[in-house]
């Protein structure tokens, strides 16, 4: 079963409660939610792994690491999902960018794959798909399975907040991806959103409705 890991950073908790606020305009949800992935990077990439090298200092020649790795790809569901690429590319600046487009259909809850474009070399990059949102599941499971159908083994799985529900799906369809959160909220109402959550993370992102 896949590990789940939840932020509690202090940082990472203020922030993420000006992003929840009905308060927080589409400028400053953007900066917060772009802050709050830059530290989330930080956490997740803990377990890189490192080599020693040799390196020449200006007083001696010394040993230090270096990463050593496989290259990363960061894979944003669209739309919601494109906030977050900055923040992590601000830690992670070689890593190349795949897109998934999902919607959540508003009737069904069932997510449609409308867009895909992923790095050439798929299998051997180490993938954090990313979106604001865990809440039915539906999306990041598709997500996923779309990455893995083109050749993809080593991912990770990386959102501000979670509904259960939709942690129990993930874990269920993707044993081997650790999933990694800023909150664990309450629930889902029945329309699907997360609760308390934070409404719908595309529309306060782009301004939209
Ligand atoms: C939202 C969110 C996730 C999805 C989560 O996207 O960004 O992708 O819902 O819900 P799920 O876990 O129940 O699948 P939405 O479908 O609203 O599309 P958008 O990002 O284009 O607004
Ligand atoms: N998608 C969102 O943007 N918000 C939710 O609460 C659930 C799905």
């Known amino acids: 079963m896949s590990k789940v890991f939840v932020f509690d950073h202090p940082l990472i908790?203020?922030?993420?409660?000006?992003?929840?606020?009905?308060?927080?305009?589409?400028?400053?949800?953007?900066?917060?939610?772009?802050?709050?992935?830059?530290?989330?990077?930080?956490?997740?990439?803990?377990?890189?792994?490192?080599?020693?090298?040799?390196?020449?200092?200006?007083v001696t020649v010394t040993k230090s690491k270096v990463l050593a790795g496989k290259k990363m790809g960061i894979v944003p569901i669209l739309r919601a999902g494109i906030g977050?690429?900055?923040?992590?590319?601000?830690?992670?600046?070689?890593?190349?960018?795949?897109h998934i487009g999902l919607y959540r259909d508003p009737q069904t809850l069932q997510p449609v794959e409308y867009y895909?474009?992923?790095?050439?070399?798929?299998?051997?990059?180490?993938?954090?798909?990313?979106?604001?949102?865990?809440?039915?599941?539906?999306s990041a499971i598709e997500a996923i399975?779309?990455?893995?159908?083109?050749?993809?083994?080593?991912?990770?799985?990386?959102?501000?907040?979670?509904?259960?529900?939709?942690?129990?799906?993930?874990?269920?369809?993707?044993?081997?991806?650790d999933v990694y959160i800023a909150a664990l909220d309450e629930k889902l109402n029945d329309h699907g959103y997360i609760v308390p959550g934070l409404g719908d993370a595309g529309d306060r992102l782009f301004g939209t409705k």
């Open 13 to 58: 908790q203020h922030k993420l409660t000006y992003i929840r606020s009905v308060e927080t305009g589409t400028k400053e949800f953007r900066e917060l939610v772009d802050e709050v992935a830059t530290l989330m990077a930080f956490e997740i990439t803990r377990d890189m792994p490192l080599v020693e090298t040799e390196v020449e200092t200006p």
């Open 84 to 98: 977050m690429v900055d923040g992590i590319l601000k830690l992670i600046p070689a890593a190349k960018v795949g």
């Open 116 to 138: 895909v474009k992923l790095p050439a070399d798929v299998e051997e990059r180490d993938f954090i798909v990313v979106d604001p949102m865990l809440a039915t599941g539906g």
């Open 145 to 177: 399975n779309s990455l893995k159908k083109r050749g993809a083994t080593s991912i990770k799985f990386m959102c501000l907040i979670a509904a259960p529900e939709g942690v129990e799906l993930l874990q269920q369809a993707h044993p081997d991806v």
